[in-house]
């Protein structure tokens, strides 16, 4: 009986390493929202990282953090570490191009509580006397991240972050819109 359990375990390990290992590991997550602003205003909250403290969810979730900035104060090679609380982990981005009012690349780098290095991007789209706002996330996710993607919705959960982060961000350009 005991022989019959530990096989029937160990086909189902090989079984949950089989669906792992053959999910996809590239991922993308993306939000966008209208902003009744040129593409200059949102761009500028972007480009600088001194500005993010007003509309970026994540750097909200520990208003504690540490925060270190480093390079120009915006566009490429600007930079920004951070170390917070269990939520917000520890990292750093840097702008690594920009394309006035049109995007901004940033090579977004997880250190803790788990390693792992991706692309974000923002995207600045005129629409009339509006801007379309997109913001991304791509990268390549591990074994242990694939597994986790099973049991968590990661599109989800980063995806409502990047809604509430654009919801915000648009209130703070469409009240400097109209100032």
Do not use: C
Not at 112 to 127: G, H, I, L
């Amino acid at each position: 009986m005991l022989k019959m359990i530990l096989i029937g375990l160990a086909a189902a390990i090989v079984v949950f390493v089989m669906i792992v290992a053959l999910r996809p590991s590239a991922f993308r997550i993306a939000r966008s929202a209208t902003m009744a602003a040129p593409p200059a205003a949102p761009f500028a909250q972007v480009n600088d990282f001194h500005n993010w403290a007003g509309w970026n969810p994540f750097q909200k979730a520990d208003p504690g953090a540490t925060l270190t900035y480093s390079g120009p104060s915006s566009g490429p090679g600007a930079g920004l570490a951070w170390s917070g609380n269990r939520e917000v982990g520890e990292g750093r981005m840097t702008i690594t191009e920009t394309r006035p009012n049109e995007l901004v690349r940033i090579k977004l780098e997880f250190l803790k509580p788990f390693a792992a290095t991706n692309v974000a991007e923002f995207t600045f789209e005129p629409r009339g006397s509006e801007t379309a706002v997109t913001w991304s996330m791509a990268g390549e996710n591990n074994f242990m991240a694939r597994g986790m993607g099973l049991f968590m919705d990661f599109d989800k959960l980063i995806g409502d972050q990047f809604t509430k982060g654009l919801a915000d961000m648009k209130g703070i350009v469409e009240s400097g819109a109209r100032s």
